[in-house]
Nanobody
Framework: QAQLVESGGGLVQPGGSLRLSCAGSGLTLRYYSIGWFRQAPGKEREGVSCIRGRDDTTYYTDSVKGRFTISRDNAKNTVYLQMNSLEPEDTAVYYC????????????????????WGQGTQVTVSS
């Protein structure tokens, strides 16, 4: 059964860093554009970053530009989200997902355009 598995979440102080991993199981991630999303309590799920399958072009929502970096390691079949300078507002459950559009098209950050989702990993930024 194809699935995505996130890991790397935890509790970190403001200004700290975490690296999230999204591993593919039964799914070769290099053939997909992959997105990272987050959902805080009482809020809608929002797109954070995505990486295009065709050429690894990366995209970020404005609130994380300059702080977060998305990347992939095809040998490990894993996509990463490096998060630096974390803020309390970054607290959420983080999910990765596969883009349902064409491999060569520019992926969006709209959750409804993604299909296979992981179970999520909790990130808490607090002193």
């Amino acid at each position: 059964q194809a699935q995505l598995v996130e890991s790397g979440g935890g509790l970190v102080q403001p200004g700290g860093s975490l690296r999230l991993s999204c591993a593919g199981s039964g799914l070769t991630l290099r053939y997909y554009s992959i997105g990272w999303f987050r959902q805080a309590p009482g809020k809608e799920r929002e797109g954070v970053s995505c990486i295009r399958g065709r050429d690894d072009t990366t995209y970020y929502t404005d609130s994380v530009k300059g702080r977060f970096t998305i990347s992939r390691d095809n040998a490990k079949n894993t996509v990463y989200l490096q998060m630096n300078s974390l803020e309390p507002e970054d607290t959420a459950v983080y999910y990765c997902a596969t883009y349902s559009g064409l491999y060569e098209s520019t992926p969006s950050l709209f959750p409804n355009e993604y299909d296979a989702w992981g179970q999520g990993t909790q990130v808490t930024v607090s002193s």
